[in-house]
């Protein structure tokens, strides 16, 4: 994949980056939404392992790179107006969210609040061993 022109096919936006959605391929639950620069999209298509661009930390982010939860991607699509990115992926552990929840959209609005409605699969302390999140 040395012709990267699809790479310019996609809308970043002033800081370079691009909306990007990991989607259970088996149960389509969306699981979390995080950022992609060129690189990590490109890094991404190449390895067939989500890749994502950390805002806080600045850096380069392999999702599951401390936890071991891998993100295996299926397929990657583009929308209309190129500004959006969604995977198929299969999550290892079956574990997206940095809470030890399935997915980062875990609260429900009910009676004017948000609940939180999805189980903790696994403590987060007996994820990451550093204490760090993401």
């Known amino acids: 994949m040395s012709d990267n022109n699809w790479l310019d096919e996609v809308k970043w936006d002033d800081k370079g980056l691009v909306t990007a959605i990991a989607q259970d391929a088996a149960t389509q639950r969306v699981l979390m939404v995080a950022w992609m620069n060129r690189e990590s999209l490109r890094l991404t298509a190449e390895t067939g392992v989500a ?3 950390s805002r806080s ?7 599951g790179e401390e936890s071991g ?3 295996t991607v299926k397929e990657l699509r583009l929308d209309c107006d ?3 990115i ?3 992926i299969e999550q290892a552990g079956g574990i997206a969210c ?3 929840r399935e997915s980062c959209f875990y609260r429900r609005f009910e009676n004017g609040g948000w609940v939180t409605v999805d189980a903790v699969i696994k403590d987060p302390d007996a994820i990451y061993a550093h204490g760090h999140r993401h």
């Open 51 to 53: 890749h994502y661009w």
């Open 57 to 63: 930390r600045n850096r380069l982010w392999k999702k």
């Open 69 to 71: 939860h891998l993100q």
């Open 82 to 84: 190129g500004d959006v």
């Open 86 to 88: 969604v995977m198929q």
């Open 98 to 100: 940095h809470t030890g």
